[in-house]
């Protein structure tokens, strides 16, 4: 069956540190993968969006890779800031009905 | 210009009452998208409406799930003999005309069935 994965856990990093969080995917060959960002109590916000035959895409301090041979997208936030707490959602796009199917997220906690 | 509103933002329901829950969608997209957050949980898509296109419900739970879409714009998800497993953060979406488009939450509506 199709499966999105990202870390359960935590992440926990010092402020200017690189966050560096996984997304992994199963029995999917998306055209595209989302990233949203969500904080406590309010709904998603999107962020990027990375097509299948591009390996990288960047906006401001946000990176996000995808490698279609491994499944797998990597999502950096460089000089990470207290502000950039906050869960952070993956998305691939289902079919072609603009259905998204949602990780279940993953908090990041960037400590002063 | 404003956002996606829902409401109410919260709402406490005896089981086995109905509920309805209301979206106000952006101003002139066409898509709209319901979703349902478990606490601790990702996303679960519910239905999704496309112009006048018949809507996609794969992601119903049951038949006491269903929502309409009145003059391609607010949209209404009711869920009928209300169970406690029903209980979540009921998130709306909307984007310009589906398919690739970034897609705008609302702020979603807490239920909590008793």
């Known amino acids: 069956s199709q499966k999105i994965e990202q870390n359960s856990e935590a992440l926990n990093i010092q402020e200017g540190k690189t966050a560096t969080l996984t997304c992994n995917y199963t029995n999917y060959s998306p055209a595209y993968l989302q990233w949203y960002r969500q904080d406590p109590g309010r709904g998603p916000v999107f962020l990027l969006l990375i097509r299948e035959n591009e390996k990288e895409k960047r906006k401001e301090r946000l990176k996000v890779t995808f490698d279609t041979t491994l499944k797998q997208s990597l999502f950096h936030i460089t000089a990470s800031q207290p502000a950039d707490s906050a869960t952070y959602l993956c998305a691939l796009l289902s079919g072609n009905t603009g259905k998204l199917i949602f990780g279940q997220g993953t908090t990041l906690q960037v400590k002063p | 210009g404003a956002g996606v509103s829902q409401s109410p933002s919260n709402k406490v329901t005896e089981k086995g009452k109905d509920v309805e829950l209301r979206c106000d969608p952006i101003?002139?997209?066409?898509?709209l998208y319901w979703y349902r957050q478990s606490l601790g949980q990702g996303l679960e898509f519910l239905i999704y409406?496309?112009?006048?296109?018949?809507?996609?419900k794969s992601g119903l739970p049951s038949d006491r799930f269903s929502a309409e879409r009145t003059g391609g714009s607010v949209s209404t998800l009711t869920i009928q003999r209300t169970q406690q497993e029903d209980s979540a953060v009921y998130l709306c979406a909307s984007s310009t005309s589906g398919s690739t488009d970034t897609q705008y939450f609302g702020p979603g509506t807490r239920l909590t069935v008793l």
């Open positions: 409406f496309q112009g006048n296109s018949a809507p996609d």
């Open positions: 101003s002139g997209h066409t898509a």
